[in-house]
Protein backbone atom coordinates (compact mmCIF):
# COMPACT_ATOMS: atom_id res chain seq x y z
CA UNK A 1 0.00 0.00 0.00
CA UNK A 2 1.21 3.50 -0.98
CA UNK A 3 -0.07 6.72 1.10
CA UNK A 4 0.09 10.32 -0.23
CA UNK A 5 -0.15 13.51 1.50
CA UNK A 6 -1.42 16.47 -0.39
CA UNK A 7 -0.57 19.74 1.69
CA UNK A 8 -1.44 23.55 1.01
CA UNK A 9 -2.99 26.27 2.62
CA UNK A 10 -7.17 26.26 2.84
CA UNK A 11 -8.51 27.25 -0.73
CA UNK A 12 -5.68 25.83 -2.52
CA UNK A 13 -7.68 23.23 -3.47
CA UNK A 14 -6.01 20.42 -1.59
CA UNK A 15 -8.95 17.81 -1.52
CA UNK A 16 -9.94 18.86 -5.08
CA UNK A 17 -5.97 17.30 -6.06
CA UNK A 18 -6.49 14.26 -3.70
CA UNK A 19 -9.98 13.49 -5.84
CA UNK A 20 -8.39 13.70 -8.96
CA UNK A 21 -5.45 11.55 -8.08
CA UNK A 22 -7.93 9.19 -6.41
CA UNK A 23 -10.13 9.41 -9.86
CA UNK A 24 -6.87 9.13 -11.80
CA UNK A 25 -5.56 5.65 -9.96
CA UNK A 26 -8.87 4.35 -10.17
CA UNK A 27 -8.87 4.28 -13.73
CA UNK A 28 -5.49 2.60 -13.61
CA UNK A 29 -7.05 -0.66 -11.60
CA UNK A 30 -6.18 0.40 -8.24
CA UNK A 31 -8.50 0.36 -5.00
CA UNK A 32 -7.83 3.90 -3.31
CA UNK A 33 -9.03 5.96 -0.42
CA UNK A 34 -8.97 9.89 -0.53
CA UNK A 35 -10.15 11.69 2.03
CA UNK A 36 -9.50 15.59 3.94
CA UNK A 37 -7.74 15.99 7.33
CA UNK A 38 -10.47 16.32 9.77
CA UNK A 39 -9.22 19.79 11.84
CA UNK A 40 -10.87 23.55 11.59
CA UNK A 41 -10.21 24.80 8.08
CA UNK A 42 -10.25 28.16 6.95
CA UNK A 43 -8.99 30.09 3.22
CA UNK A 44 -5.03 30.52 4.19
CA UNK A 45 -4.27 28.11 7.04
CA UNK A 46 -2.41 24.83 6.76
CA UNK A 47 -4.54 21.91 5.20
CA UNK A 48 -3.62 18.39 4.19
CA UNK A 49 -5.85 15.69 2.44
CA UNK A 50 -4.90 12.29 1.99
CA UNK A 51 -4.58 9.13 -0.44
CA UNK A 52 -4.05 5.84 0.02
CA UNK A 53 -4.03 3.35 -3.18
CA UNK A 54 -2.96 -0.18 -3.53
CA UNK A 55 -3.82 -3.55 -5.99
CA UNK A 56 -5.57 -4.79 -3.00
CA UNK A 57 -8.78 -3.46 -1.15
CA UNK A 58 -7.40 -1.07 1.64
CA UNK A 59 -9.16 -1.69 5.43
CA UNK A 60 -7.13 0.99 7.25
CA UNK A 61 -9.53 3.41 8.37
CA UNK A 62 -7.51 6.52 9.79
CA UNK A 63 -5.69 9.80 8.72
CA UNK A 64 -2.03 9.05 7.20
CA UNK A 65 0.48 9.92 10.07
CA UNK A 66 3.76 8.61 7.80
CA UNK A 67 3.63 8.78 3.87
CA UNK A 68 5.83 7.64 1.24
CA UNK A 69 5.23 10.84 -0.92
CA UNK A 70 4.36 13.99 -0.31
CA UNK A 71 3.10 16.88 -2.37
CA UNK A 72 3.77 20.67 -1.50
CA UNK A 73 1.54 23.17 -2.84
CA UNK A 74 2.65 25.99 -0.47
CA UNK A 75 6.03 25.28 0.58
CA UNK A 76 5.09 27.19 3.86
CA UNK A 77 3.19 23.61 4.44
CA UNK A 78 6.43 21.98 4.90
CA UNK A 79 7.13 23.25 8.59
CA UNK A 80 4.22 24.70 9.72
CA UNK A 81 2.99 20.75 8.79
CA UNK A 82 6.02 19.39 10.05
CA UNK A 83 6.30 17.47 6.56
CA UNK A 84 10.01 16.04 7.47
CA UNK A 85 8.75 13.65 9.85
CA UNK A 86 6.08 12.44 8.18
CA UNK A 87 7.45 11.33 5.53
CA UNK A 88 8.62 7.60 5.37
CA UNK A 89 12.36 7.07 4.96
CA UNK A 90 13.02 6.95 1.75
CA UNK A 91 10.43 8.63 0.72
CA UNK A 92 9.56 11.29 -1.74
CA UNK A 93 8.47 15.13 -0.92
CA UNK A 94 7.69 17.23 -4.15
CA UNK A 95 7.51 20.71 -3.44
CA UNK A 96 6.21 23.73 -5.65
CA UNK A 97 8.79 25.88 -5.28
CA UNK A 98 13.00 26.10 -6.09
CA UNK A 99 15.35 24.16 -4.85
CA UNK A 100 16.62 26.90 -2.73
CA UNK A 101 13.21 27.11 -1.02
CA UNK A 102 13.41 23.23 -0.34
CA UNK A 103 17.12 22.61 0.83
CA UNK A 104 17.16 24.13 4.11
CA UNK A 105 13.93 22.31 5.28
CA UNK A 106 15.25 18.85 3.82
CA UNK A 107 17.51 15.83 5.03
CA UNK A 108 18.86 12.86 3.83
CA UNK A 109 16.01 10.08 4.70
CA UNK A 110 14.07 11.04 1.76
CA UNK A 111 14.26 11.98 -1.62
CA UNK A 112 12.96 15.36 -2.34
CA UNK A 113 11.66 17.42 -6.09
CA UNK A 114 10.98 20.75 -6.73
CA UNK A 115 9.04 22.63 -10.04
CA UNK A 116 7.81 26.32 -9.97
CA UNK A 117 4.05 25.24 -10.52
CA UNK A 118 3.32 29.03 -9.61
CA UNK A 119 5.25 30.42 -12.24
CA UNK A 120 3.38 27.92 -14.56
CA UNK A 121 -0.26 28.40 -13.28
CA UNK A 122 0.40 32.07 -13.81
CA UNK A 123 2.24 31.81 -17.53
CA UNK A 124 -0.88 29.80 -18.54
CA UNK A 125 -3.67 32.14 -17.05
CA UNK A 126 -4.80 29.56 -14.80
CA UNK A 127 -6.25 31.38 -11.22
CA UNK A 128 -4.36 34.90 -10.38
CA UNK A 129 -1.36 36.03 -10.33
CA UNK A 130 -2.33 36.69 -6.54
CA UNK A 131 -3.89 32.59 -6.03
CA UNK A 132 -2.32 30.77 -9.45
CA UNK A 133 -3.96 27.66 -8.96
CA UNK A 134 -1.42 24.89 -8.61
CA UNK A 135 -2.95 21.59 -7.28
CA UNK A 136 -3.78 20.09 -10.41
CA UNK A 137 -0.09 20.83 -11.73
CA UNK A 138 1.44 19.29 -8.93
CA UNK A 139 -0.17 16.06 -9.53
CA UNK A 140 2.15 16.53 -13.22
CA UNK A 141 4.96 15.86 -10.87
CA UNK A 142 3.71 12.92 -8.93
CA UNK A 143 2.94 11.44 -12.23
CA UNK A 144 6.66 11.73 -13.18
CA UNK A 145 8.01 10.87 -10.12
CA UNK A 146 5.65 7.99 -8.51
CA UNK A 147 5.86 5.67 -10.98
CA UNK A 148 2.42 4.81 -10.46
CA UNK A 149 0.54 7.33 -12.60
CA UNK A 150 0.26 7.38 -16.70
CA UNK A 151 0.46 11.05 -17.61
CA UNK A 152 -2.10 10.23 -19.79
CA UNK A 153 -4.55 8.85 -17.30
CA UNK A 154 -3.93 12.10 -15.28
CA UNK A 155 -4.78 14.56 -18.23
CA UNK A 156 -7.73 12.61 -18.45
CA UNK A 157 -8.83 12.93 -15.03
CA UNK A 158 -7.90 16.45 -14.22
CA UNK A 159 -9.63 17.77 -18.10
CA UNK A 160 -13.30 15.73 -17.05
CA UNK A 161 -12.71 17.53 -13.59
CA UNK A 162 -11.99 21.47 -14.57
CA UNK A 163 -13.37 20.85 -18.55
CA UNK A 164 -13.57 24.55 -19.05
CA UNK A 165 -10.04 24.77 -18.08
CA UNK A 166 -8.86 21.45 -20.13
CA UNK A 167 -6.52 22.76 -22.84
CA UNK A 168 -4.57 25.38 -20.35
CA UNK A 169 -4.52 22.70 -17.68
CA UNK A 170 -3.48 20.11 -19.86
CA UNK A 171 -0.47 21.89 -21.28
CA UNK A 172 0.48 23.89 -17.58
CA UNK A 173 0.28 19.42 -16.53
CA UNK A 174 2.62 18.51 -19.09
CA UNK A 175 5.08 21.54 -18.95
CA UNK A 176 5.21 20.93 -14.85
CA UNK A 177 5.84 17.17 -15.69
CA UNK A 178 8.69 17.79 -17.92
CA UNK A 179 10.18 20.53 -15.56
CA UNK A 180 10.30 19.30 -12.20
CA UNK A 181 13.71 17.97 -11.11
CA UNK A 182 14.97 16.10 -7.92
CA UNK A 183 16.94 17.99 -5.40
CA UNK A 184 20.58 16.81 -4.82
CA UNK A 185 21.04 17.24 -1.17
Not at 88 to 98: E, F
Not at 157 to 185: F, H, M, Q
Amino acid sequence: MRQVIICGRGGQGVMAAAEVLATALRIQGKFVQAFPSFQPEKRGAPTAAFVRYDNEEIWLRCEVDRADLVVVLDPAAILSMDIPHRLLPGGLLISNGSATDLSSRTNTTYRAATVNATQIAIHHKLGTRLMPEVNMLMLGAFARLSEDMPLAALESSIVNSAPDKGNELRLAVREVYERVSEVVT
